[in-house]
């Protein structure tokens, strides 16, 4: 069992930056890959990113690449999501999430989450 908590998130006007924080529970979170996946209201839950268990491979949407950074810390079992110039249609909330397999963009694929944090970006 692996618990999840991000946190992070908050009201910025557009072009400004945030770092969400994906805290993982358990001894095993250093072995997984983690995913970051947002989603808008009357949306589905759309890949923003994700990153292997080492932190050697990661892999961005469209939608963020050239703005958004994923990386980890397994010494603090954390995974960030820094994302740099913001714009409204970043406005989600963000969820992380994890699974064994490495680099995967499809949300079924991850076997735990985490309860998301809202970011809200004002134009």
């Known amino acids: 069992q692996v618990q999840l908590v991000e946190s992070g998130g908050g009201l910025v006007q557009a072009g400004a930056s945030l770092r969400l924080s994906c805290v993982g529970s358990?001894?095993?979170?250093?072995?997984?890959?983690v995913g970051w996946f947002r989603q808008a209201p009357g949306q589905g839950r759309d890949f923003v990113a994700a990153i292997n268990w080492d932190g050697a491979s990661t892999h961005y949407s469209d939608h963020v690449k050239g703005r958004f950074t994923i990386s980890r810390d397994n010494s603090k079992n954390t995974v960030y999501l820094q994302m740099n110039n913001l714009n409204f249609d970043d406005t989600a909330v963000y969820f992380c999430?994890?699974?064994?397999?490495?680099?995967?963009?499809?949300?079924?694929?991850?076997?735990?989450w985490g309860q998301g944090t809202q970011v809200t970006v004002s134009s």
């Open positions: 358990g001894r095993t979170f250093s072995r997984l890959a």
């Open positions: 999430a994890t699974q064994r397999e490495g680099i995967i963009t499809a949300p079924n694929e991850y076997d735990y």
